[in-house]
């Protein structure tokens, strides 16, 4: 990648108009420090974040935050384009908490602040699954799975660098040492994201289980280092030691391009064709909220992530539940 494209890929984005990859659906590489390296998350997000953030907010507000609807014809492109810009966002999701955990302790009013952020991102990491997952069936089989598979048989999420520091979180085996009003809130979080996974297997897998499923069932006895790197090279993530603003403008980027997405398509487009009902698991009251309130919580992330007060308040429900 160019030194230009690498400078435009770590800018902030405009507050109005597609400006994410070279057209509407497009991709750009993610860059993170490398693994184990800490995040420099000090000094905290500047006014520039904080000033576009807001500007981002305000157009969702008047609805201006949207672009090119997809055509039948550009559904592989906009599946693809979720499926990596969704995982991106988790990954710097998953930063955002572990740098969370790390905070918590320090003091009483920190700490009720910090548990609410690591309950935010949890559900955040939960919405994500819903968009990354929203694929047809169809699709998801010919060309996403499939795309995993020919890099790695037994390709897995386990393999991303960032997430053994969430992992006994994530994984319901650990509550962190929150508020004792706030355990409980939490709890429930881990276990609502844990169902959307299972759920999205059932809707896309033909045996209704993940590639990570099948390896946690036949476990490697050890697991190389060069699994880090796969997995990296298959989400275009690059390492490389990287200032915490430029993280933080990265995810201000996906967060505005898929409220983009949200906003025009839905997280069901209506050109899209979804065979037969919702898995049981994706149909309860807790998984339907968060469906509704996936915009707002993408921009809510950007705005928590760059301590920006204003927060989206008119984005409205996502988009309604397609059965078939």
């Known amino acids: 990648m160019s030194r230009n494209a690498t400078a435009v890929a770590l800018s ?4 109005r108009g597609w400006d994410f990859g070279d057209y509407p659906y497009a991709l750009e590489p993610l860059t993170l420090p490398h693994p184990g390296d800490p995040w420099p998350l000090a000094p905290a997000a500047g006014p520039e974040l904080r000033e576009v953030c807001r500007e981002l907010l305000a157009a969702a507000d008047e609805g201006a935050l949207c672009t090119e609807p997809v055509t039948e014809e550009g ?3 906009l599946f693809w384009f ?3 810009t969704g995982h991106h966002i988790s990954f710097v999701l998953w930063r955002l908490v572990a740098a969370a955990l790390d905070r918590l302790g320090a003091g009483e009013e920190e700490d009720l602040a910090t548990a609410r952020e690591i309950h935010h991102h949890v559900r955040a990491y939960s919405a994500m699954m819903l968009y990354t997952g929203s694929s047809t069936p169809e699709i998801y089989n010919a060309v996403i799975r499939p795309s995993m598979y020919r890099l790695h048989s037994t390709f897995s999420g386990t393999w991303a660098a960032d997430f053994p520091a969430v992992r006994s979180l ?3 085996r650990k509550v962190p040492p929150v508020p004792a009003g706030e355990a409980g809130a939490l709890v429930r979080e ?22 990570l499923q099948h390896l946690v069932d036949n476990p490697p006895e050890r697991q190389p280092r060069m699994w880090t790197s796969v997995f990296d090279c298959y ?9 915490g603003q430029e993280v933080l403008a990265q995810l201000l980027r996906r967060c505005k391009a898929v409220a983009m997405d949200l906003t025009t398509n839905g997280l069901y487009p209506s050109v899209a064709h979804y065979p037969g009902p919702a898995p049981d698991e994706l149909c309860t009251p807790d998984v339907l909220a968060c469906e509704n309130e996936l915009t707002d ?5 950007a705005a928590l992530a760059t301590a920006t007060s204003a927060e989206p308040t008119g984005t409205g429900p996502t988009s309604p539940r397609r059965n078939g």
């Open 12 to 15: 902030l984005p405009g507050a």
């Open 75 to 77: 559904l592989e492109r």
């Open 82 to 84: 979720r499926w990596i």
């Open 170 to 172: 994530f994984r319901g």
């Open 190 to 211: 881990v276990a609502l994201g844990h169902r959307i996974h299972l759920g999205t297997a059932a809707k896309l897998v033909a045996d209704g289980r993940s590639l």
């Open 235 to 243: 989400f275009l993530t690059l390492r490389a030691p990287v200032a």
């Open 297 to 301: 919580i993408v921009l809510r992330t």
